[in-house]
C-alpha cells in the first residue's frame, strides 16, 4: 500500500466523491472476499472429515462468488477491478499474515469473527450509500446462511471442552483486535471509510471512528458469549 | 485406502454391478475435484497477478462447483457421498504430494494436465455410460473453458523462454506418470474403471488398460508439443 494519503474526493464535488467512495468500498470489498476465499480453500483441506471439507469449501466458494459479483460491479462503472484492490492488498495480506489459523478450529472462528465484523460493518454504512450500491452489499450480505453453519459447528465443538473454550476466546479477541488495527489504517490512508460514516465536521472523525469500533467490539461480545465464550 | 480387493460387481447382476460402477466413477470424481479445488485454489495465492489470482481462483471454484454437480447425482442415487469418495482419497492425495508445484508456472501445468488426461478418461468410457450419467460426464467436461485459458497462459509464458520450456517439459511427463500410477492402483483396487473400458472377457484387462494408457500418454506428448515442448 502507497504511504500518501489520497486527495480528499470532497474537491471534487459530491458526486464524483461519492463515485470514489464507492470504489473504494468495492475495491477493499473485493480484495477482502477473494484472499477470503484463498485462505479459507486452503484451511480446507485440514477439516477433520469430508463433510466438513466440502463445508468450508462452500463458504470459501461463496466468499468467490461475492469477489465476482463486486468486480462486476466495477467493471460497470467502467473501472479497473486491480486497480480499486491493489490499496487495500497490504493491509489485508497483513491480517492474514498475522492471523494464521493454527488449527481446524481457529479457522472456524476466523471465518465466523471475519464474517460477522465485516456484517457489522456493512449494516454500519448502508444508510449512507446510494440504493443501487445498498442493494450490491444486501445481497452480499443476504446469503450469509454461513454465518448459522459456523456458529453450529463452533457450539458442537465448545461444548464441554473448557480448554478449547478458552483458547478460542482468546484467538477471537486478537483476530477482532488485527481486523480493527488494520481498519484503522485503511481508514487514516483512504478517506472512504470516514466519509460513508457520515463525519462532515472537522473532528467528527474520530468521534465516529471510535463509536464504530466501540459497536464493533460489543458486538463481538455478545456473539463470543452468545457461544459460551468470554471475550 | 483399503487393500481389499472389492467383490466383483458382475456377481450382483449386470444392472447392480452398474451401479455400483457408476458409484464408483462419481465418487472419484468427486473426491478429484474437491481436492483439486483445494489445491489450485491455495496456488491462486502465488500467481503474480492480482488477475492471474482471479483467473486462478474461478478455475478452483469450477473444480468445486462439479464437486457439487456430481454430489447431487450421488445424492440424488441414495448414495452417501463420503462413503462414495474414501476407496479414492488415499490415491489421489498420493498424486498431489508427490506433485507439489514449486511455483506459479507448475500449478498451471499441473491444472493444464489434470484437466486434460481427465477430459481423455471421460471420452474414453463415455460411450459405456447410461445416458443419464454420460450426461452429467459432458456437462462437467463442456464448461472447461479452463482448458483454453490455461493454453494461453502457458503459450504466453513459454515463448523464447528455453529454460522454462525444458523445466516443464519434464514437469508434464512426471504429471502424466504419477496421473497413470495413481489410475493404476486404483483399476486394480476397484473393478469399476476396467468394467466401463468394456473388457468382459478373461485377459482383456491388461490391453484395455494398456491400450488407455498408450491414448493417454499420446495425447499428451501432441497437446506437450502444440504447446513448443518435447514431452
Chains 1, 2 share one sequence.
Do not use: C
Amino acid at each position: 500500500m502507497s504511504t500518501e494519503q489520497q486527495p480528499s474526493p470532497l474537491a471534487a464535488g459530491p458526486e464524483e466523491a461519492h463515485r470514489q467512495y464507492v470504489i473504494d468500498l468495492y475495491g477493499v470489498m473485493a480484495y477482502g472476499e477473494l484472499s477470503a476465499f484463498e485462505r479459507f480453500s486452503s484451511d480446507a483441506r485440514f477439516s477433520p472429515t469430508l463433510r466438513d471439507r466440502a463445508e468450508i469449501g462452500r463458504l470459501a466458494v461463496t466468499e468467490f462468488e461475492h469477489f465476482e459479483l463486486v468486480s462486476a460491479e466495477l467493471a460497470r462503472m467502467g473501472v479497473d477491478v486491480q486497480a480499486a484492490m491493489a490499496p487495500f492488498q497490504a493491509s489485508i495480506d497483513a491480517f492474514h499474515e498475522r492471523t494464521r489459523p493454527g488449527d481446524w478450529y481457529e479457522s472456524l472462528m476466523k471465518a465466523y469473527v471475519a464474517d460477522s465484523v465485516s456484517g457489522d460493518f456493512y449494516r454500519a454504512i448502508a444508510s449512507r450509500l446510494d440504493p443501487q450500491t445498498r442493494a450490491v452489499v444486501a445481497r452480499i450480505k443476504e446469503n450469509d446462511g454461513q454465518l448459522a453453519l459456523l456458529t453450529t459447528r463452533l457450539s458442537q465443538a465448545l461444548e464441554g471442552n473448557e480448554r478449547l473454550a478458552s483458547r478460542l476466546a482468546l484467538w477471537g479477541r486478537r483476530l477482532v483486535g488485527e481486523a480493527l488495527t488494520q481498519a484503522q489504517r485503511i481508514g487514516i490512508e483512504r478517506a472512504f471509510l470516514g466519509a460513508l460514516l457520515g463525519f462532515d465536521e472537522p473532528g467528527a472523525q474520530e468521534t465516529v471512528t471510535a463509536e464504530l469500533f466501540a459497536d464493533l467490539t460489543r458486538n463481538h461480545s455478545r456473539r463470543m458469549n452468545a457461544l459460551g465464550l468470554t471475550a
